[in-house]
């Protein structure tokens, strides 16, 4: 099964590609699951949990977040133009291009559920509805989804068969306000292992990282 990592890495690269032809361009029409701010992702497995996070600033600026026993806390920034800033991740992973390792579950399951469950969007959403049957990418899941804001849903999945994972977690379209240039990130390290005191020197430098981790130079 595909590693959280990489497809978290797919929907990353994905972002930003639109981000780098048009930060402020407008959610697509035709894919109304495309737009959002921040979607969380708790999971249990097993003995194996932990939580997974993604947040997309108004300047189209990402963040990805994970937390679990077996990695700890581990982090990707990634600022314009384009570049890539690691915490919490051994400075070998970074080099070899593998900058942290999520969980073993595929991050896509929430939104592929969300999906094919309504098609309209979190916009369509409007009261809390439990234990709805949803298939997908032939897997038959469970799942329950409740509006926390205007601009939030909260859901459940749970994914049947030989596979026992539970998934919790929230999508909000909200964008979040973008990184102020004083922002401190002593402790994070470009794909080059540089450093930068705040977030403007950062996006200031030339030390650009393609989305599989290595150098572009």
């Not at 939580?51 to 189209?60: D, L, S």
């Amino acid at each position: 099964m595909k590693t959280i990592f990489r497809v978290v890495i797919v929907l990353v690269a994905f972002t930003l590609s639109a981000s780098r032809a048009n930060v402020q361009s407008a959610c697509p029409k035709d894919e109304p699951w495309g737009c959002y701010g921040s979607i969380e992702m708790g999971i249990s497995s097993g003995n194996e949990a932990g939580v997974a996070r993604i947040t997309r600033f108004e300047n189209g600026e990402i963040l990805a977040e994970t937390s679990g026993a077996k990695v700890g806390e581990q982090k990707l920034l990634v600022l314009r133009p384009f570049i890539k800033l690691y915490f919490g991740v051994p400075d070998k992973e970074i080099k070899e291009g593998f900058p942290f390792m999520f969980f073993e579950y595929a991050f896509a399951y929430p939104a592929m559920a969300l999906r094919a469950a309504f098609p309209q969007g979190p916009s369509s959403i409007s009261t809390a509805i439990r234990d709805k049957d949803v298939s997908f990418d032939g897997n038959e899941c469970v799942l329950s989804v409740e509006p926390t804001s205007s601009t939030r849903i909260g859901y459940r999945l749970v994914v049947r068969g030989k596979t026992k994972l539970e998934m919790t977690g929230y999508w909000d379209t909200a964008k979040r306000p973008q990184l102020a240039e004083d922002h401190a990130i002593t402790e994070w390290k470009s794909c080059t292992l540089k450093t930068y005191a705040t977030v403007g020197a950062a996006r200031r430098a030339n030390d650009e990282c393609r989305v599989d981790g290595r150098s572009e130079k």
